[in-house]
């Protein structure tokens, strides 16, 4: 039942802000998000004492004749995925509290749609209900963007949400193949165990191909080389929230998918073309680091070192080991924390001087010391430093995919040494040295701009130095899986 | 069968308003009477009476029943959504009775049970409509369209005419059930004619569907016509040639397959390639919506060539005709508001979503689901479509299928981007009548509850 509040409340949420008017629904709003964090903290604590504890799944009918059920569970996986929704859900609100929108409860609403839709993703146990749910996340996220994003964005969100509907839709037609194989005692089942057991009694070949078909709708979401071309346009021009919302949480339902959605289901076709996505993982990751290095904008610089994470997110976990995927989860945790910080902190840049652009800014330490010291530690964070929360999930995934193969993981450890290049290097020249522009002032920080990015710094320490809790969820989760794969 | 008779006796009734002088009655009268209609074609699927009529000339089972039942419904949001368009003419009895002569056809092609009803079917709904395509007297395009629509519709009907006859000369009978004895009966010694026949029907079929290649007069006819006779023509025209489409192949045709659905499944690739690939070219809605139905047309059509004869494809089709048809009213209804100052192009819609939101929520509803989006009906009749063409040797057609509905998503986003998007140079707000916005608010809501609850369609045939 308490799973069922996670998913219905955000929904409830929404449909009172769609009628409430100025900076009520704000209010509102942020209340209901900080309500939903609270809920999935009952819900971990639940968890943690006992695993198996009905409150945690619920199961209904939905469609009797097609054996689809609305069935959602917490399991480990999800616990962590939908706490780091419900964590950053009200950041992201409390982030655009120095923004201005107009029909700011549209705004707040779609927000709120869009959380329901991304705990849903999470928690569903049912085929049907995860594309459904998969589905209805890109829809908010869409509007969000066209309504209120930047210049270009009626072309840029338009070919966002074909790339993803197309890829989308790949993965309906193998989930229907999928489908028509289950047998539980002569009737066909969505139930996610069930098709389990359907993938795995199809022979190497057939899982090949299901291994593509499902895998291309989480490579576009990621996304993954060469399925990323609408990412750094559509970061880009989306409003920070809706970027937020799509490199912290969605990027997530792509890598959670291949998690829980793909790997157990196509263990023989993991090991026919596991290689080649991994391949492909890591050349995104070159690729990525390399073009984030001569980037101009600061926006699309993190946009593109968020394709470089992911990667390697997902190297880590088609090699399918236990480090692999533990290193993944925690990576995805922490990039998704850390990736909000670095957006925010975008943002905050073009309110304060009016550009994004790196060579223009500079010497902005001088100017406001604390803000220096705080996109630090995010960026510290972002590079894996030793102490903080990247630290973790990046030496599992390198020692995972090293179990894999020492030359892949080699090249996917270039993404270390090349996140450091880049990060470091545009830190250096917007926060340090002398001031370029007389005309660019920075001021003090808003207070609500403080208290983000003060919670995610605390974050970013807090996990870096005692991962245990997390990472406990983590391996647990991960043997679950590589449990159910053999 | 009641439900004929009466939407029969209606379209007469409405024949005599002008004469006895209760014009003002008429709408209320015609409501009623298909409330009626349906009340009736509600009670003979309780009872599942499945009687047959004539000497067997017509039977309303519970397919036929499913069908007329959608028919009728949206025969229903259509009149009430047409009560200011009958206003405006000054000849609207003669309007009324030719589109309930045309609704009078299409239950009659729900329910033939032999050729000659099919035939006559076709002829009584295509005849009105021909009229109501012309019907803007003054407006050259109507005309033009009127033409069109009346010339290639008598040649798909000679062909249809032509396929019967040398079906008759083969099996020696009009009656369908009788024709598939004679299948079974001699299924390796059938004269060569007889499969030309069968042909040569499809062929028909397809060009009353607007399959491609037998489409190209559908977007000249959709754009020319009034856009309410449009919406008829989409919706009420399209769901009663399905049904008999689909009565005709896979019953009567069904246990010789192997020689129709090779064609049809060419006819399904074409339709979805050119269709959905034409769309995003236009820049008249109707036009765009013409090739969205051609596209959909391919959609059904793909459950009838995969000749799975189980309630599972019954209930694809039936879902997948009210589906489309409620996504149709809504849009052409919203689409009659918008294009009421004459521009019919996509820039009418520049703004909606400030001009008017509500129009612009409902609009962005309608075009998610006909482009197939959860939690909207459109996604389920295309889950429905995709199960069971998974279940044949067909699947390639299903990637085809996957790719032309990104495309698909194209245009219809193309909608959504104008409204919330483009601004509009002169911010002037787009009414909306009541009773309008109550078939357009009603409609929608459909829209959502049976794409959240599908069972309530979907399980309708459980034997």
């Known amino acids: 039942m308490l799973t069922v509040l996670l998913v219905g409340f955000p929904l409830l949420a929404a449909l009172l802000v769609f009628f409430t008017r100025g900076t009520a629904a704000r209010s509102l709003a942020m209340a209901a998000s900080v309500i939903e964090f609270v809920i999935s903290l009952i819900a971990l604590y639940i968890f943690k004492h006992n695993p198996d504890s009905p409150l945690l799944s619920f199961n209904c009918v939905w469609v009797q004749s097609l054996g689809i059920h609305f069935s959602i569970a917490l399991d480990g996986l999800s616990i962590l995925m939908v706490l780091l929704t419900t964590f950053l859900v009200p950041l992201i609100i409390l982030s655009s509290y120095s923004n201005n929108y107009s029909n700011s409860h549209n705004f707040y609403g779609l927000i709120l749609i869009m959380q329901m839709a991304l705990v849903g993703v999470f928690v569903a146990q049912d085929g049907f209900l995860f594309y459904v749910f998969w589905e209805l996340a890109l829809i ?33 037609v193998g989930f229907v193949y999928l489908y028509n194989h289950t047998n539980v005692d002569g009737l066909k089942s969505w139930a996610i165990q069930d098709l389990y057991n359907a993938g795995k009694s199809l022979n190497a070949n057939q899982q090949g191909i299901l ?16 399925f990323h071309t609408w990412q750094p346009d559509t970061y880009v021009n989306a409003p920070t929230q809706g970027t937020m919302l799509l490199s912290g949480i969605m990027l997530k339902m792509g890598t959670f998918g291949v998690i829980k959605w793909l790997l157990p289901i196509v263990p023989l076709g993991l090991e026919k073309w596991g290689g080649t996505a991994i391949g492909l993982s890591v050349i995104g990751i070159v690729y990525a680091s390399c073009i984030a290095i001569v980037q101009k904008d600061f926006k699309r610089l993190i946009a593109y070192s968020s394709i470089a994470h992911v990667g390697l997110i997902s190297a880590g976990i088609l090699s399918a080991n236990q480090q692999g995927i533990q290193g993944a989860i925690m990576q995805m945790l922490a990039h998704g924390v850390n990736v909000v910080g670095l957006f925010f902190i975008a943002d905050i840049l073009l309110q304060h001087t009016g550009t994004r652009e ?34 973790v999930g990046e030496f599992l995934l390198i020692n995972g995919v090293f179990q894999y193969s020492g030359i892949i993981a080699a090249f996917a450890g270039l993404t270390i040494i090349l996140g450091a290049v880049y990060m470091l290097r545009s830190y250096q020249t917007i926060m340090l040295g002398e001031r370029k522009d007389s005309n660019i002032t920075f001021g003090p920080l808003a207070g609500t701009e403080k208290a983000v990015l003060i919670i995610i710094c605390v974050v970013v320490i807090l996990f870096g130095v005692y991962p245990k809790p997390l990472n406990d969820i983590a391996e647990e989760a991960t043997r679950t899986i590589l449990m159910v794969m053999k | 069968m009641k439900g004929l008779l009466i939407i029969s006796g209606l379209g007469i009734l409405a024949m005599l308003a002008e004469i006895f002088k209760f014009k003002k009655l008429l709408l209320p009268i015609v409501l009623l009477g298909i409330v009626a209609a349906y009340a009736f074609n509600y009670f003979e699927w309780a009872n599942n009476l499945g009687l047959h009529y004539f000497d067997n000339m017509i039977s309303f089972d519970n397919k036929a029943i499913a069908f007329s039942g959608i028919i009728l419904a949206t025969a229903f949001f259509w009149f009430i959504l047409a009560n200011d368009y009958f206003e405006e003419e000054t000849n609207l009895v003669d309007h009324f009775a030719l589109v309930l002569f045309a609704l009078v056809g299409a239950l009659m092609l729900t329910a033939f049970t032999n050729m000659t009803t099919l035939f006559l079917g076709i002829e009584i709904m295509s005849i009105p409509m021909y009229v109501l395509a012309a019907s803007k007297k003054n407006d050259m395009r109507s005309n033009e369209a009127g033409f069109k629509y009346l010339i290639m519709g008598s040649f798909a009907s000679a062909f249809l005419l032509f396929g019967i006859a040398l079906i008759y000369g ?21 004269p060569m004619f007889f499969y030309v026949g069968v042909v040569m029907m499809l062929v028909a079929m397809c060009f009353k569907v607007s399959a491609a290649p037998f489409h190209f007069w559908a977007p000249d006819v959709y754009e020319g016509s009034p856009t309410l006779i449009t919406a008829l023509m989409s919706t009420v025209v399209k769901t009663a ?33 050119i269709a959905n690939f034409s769309a995003a070219m236009q820049n ?23 000749n799975v004869r189980s309630n599972m494809s019954l209930d694809a089709i039936i879902y997948y005709s009210l589906a489309y048809s409620i996504g149709s009213i809504t849009s052409f209804g919203i689409l009659y508001s918008v294009t009421k100052k004459g521009n019919e192009n996509i820039s009418a819609f520049n703004g909606l979503g400030k001009r008017n939101p509500f129009l612009g929520i409902c609009m962005t509803i309608a075009m998610l689901s006909l482009a197939g989006i959860p939690i909207t009906a459109g996604f389920f009749a295309k889950y429905f479509v995709f199960t069971t063409v998974m279940g044949t040797h067909y699947q390639w057609l299903l990637i085809l299928a996957v790719i032309t509905s990104a495309v698909g998503a194209y245009y219809y986003l193309k909608i959504i981007i104008a409204m919330y998007f483009k601004e509009q140079e002169e911010e002037t707000p787009v009414d909306m009548e009541g009773l ?3 078939v357009v608010i009603l409609t929608t809501v459909l829209t959502i509850v049976i794409g959240l609850a599908p069972g309530m369609v979907a399980e309708m045939f459980k034997f």
Not at chain 1, 143 to 159: D, P, Q
Not at chain 1, 363 to 391: E, K, Q
Not at chain 2, 244 to 257: D, K, N, P, Q, Y
């Open chain 2, 241 to 273: 040639a399905f049904a008999a489409f689909m009565r005709l192949f896979l019953i009567t045709f069904g246990e010789i397959s192997e020689v129709w659905t090779g064609i049809l499944a060419a006819v399904v690739a074409l339709s979805l390639i």
């Open chain 2, 170 to 190: 083969a099996s020696g009978s009009f009656d369908i059930l009788k024709i598939r004895e004679y299948i079974g009966a001699h299924s390796t010694d059938m």
């Open chain 1, 358 to 391: 790196i060579e223009k800014l500079g010497g902005i330490r001088s100017m406001n010391g604390n803000f220096a010291v705080l996109f630090l530690i995010v960026l510290l964070g972002a590079v894996a430093l030793p102490l903080t929360n990247g630290f």
């Open chain 2, 284 to 306: 008249s809605v109707k036009r765009m919506l013409a090739y969205s139905s051609i596209s959909h047309a391919g959609f059904m059509l793909m459950v009838i060539m995969a």
């Open chain 2, 436 to 438: 309008n916005k109550f």
């Open chain 1, 211 to 226: 291994f593509w078909l499902i895998f291309i709708a989480f490579a576009i979401k990621m996304p993954i080389f060469p």
């Open chain 1, 140 to 172: 908010p996220v869409y509007f969000i963007c066209l309504m209120w994003g930047g210049e270009n964005r009626g072309a840029i969100t338009f070919k966002f949400f074909v790339y993803t509907l197309f890829g989308s839709l790949f993965m309906l």
